[in-house]
């Protein structure tokens, strides 16, 4: 009985060193090029925004749409770990009717957890 929770444990203890290096494991090694700053429990870029654009029926798809433009370039970028746009600060976002659709636009600094 000791021997499965024991098992079990450093398993746990395995995947969680597993999926902490496999979250940094996919960075570019480009975001070295911009200054980065300490937010609460996050590192982040000092100055350097990501912008993003998109359209929708509704004003929700296009802020989706929004948020989903400016994830992939920064996923490109600087890799999956920086590319969590609810991580992201200084956030902006404005929104427009277009035609018979919707418009957004957003800008934010991209982040990553420590």
Same mark, same amino acid.
């Given at each position: 009985? $000791?021997?499965?929770?024991?098992?079990?444990? @450093?398993?746990?203890?395995?995947?969680?060193? @597993?999926?902490? @290096?496999? /979250?940094?494991?996919?960075? +570019?090694?480009?975001? @070295?090029?911009?200054?980065?700053?300490?937010?609460?429990?996050? +590192?982040?870029?000092?100055?350097?925004?990501?912008?993003?654009?998109? $359209?929708?029926?509704?004003?929700?798809? /296009?802020?989706?749409?929004?948020?989903?433009?400016?994830?992939?370039?920064?996923?490109?970028?600087?890799?999956?770990?920086?590319?969590?746009? $609810?991580?992201?600060?200084?956030?902006?976002?404005?929104?427009?009717?277009?035609?018979?659709?919707?418009?957004?636009?957003?800008?934010?600094?991209?982040? $990553?957890?420590?």
């Amino acid at each position: 009985m $000791r021997k499965s929770f024991a098992a079990a444990g @450093a398993a746990a203890f395995l995947f969680s060193i @597993a999926s902490c @290096a496999s /979250a940094l494991a996919d960075e +570019t090694g480009i975001a @070295a090029i911009h200054a980065w700053v300490k937010v609460g429990s996050k +590192t982040c870029f000092a100055d350097h925004f990501h912008y993003g654009s998109g $359209r929708g029926p509704t004003q929700s798809h /296009a802020r989706a749409a929004a948020v989903n433009a400016w994830i992939w370039p920064t996923d490109m970028e600087y890799g999956s770990s920086w590319a969590d746009y $609810r991580l992201a600060v200084s956030k902006k976002m404005s929104c427009a009717r277009s035609g018979s659709g919707w418009t957004c636009d957003t800008e934010a600094r991209p982040c $990553r957890r420590n």
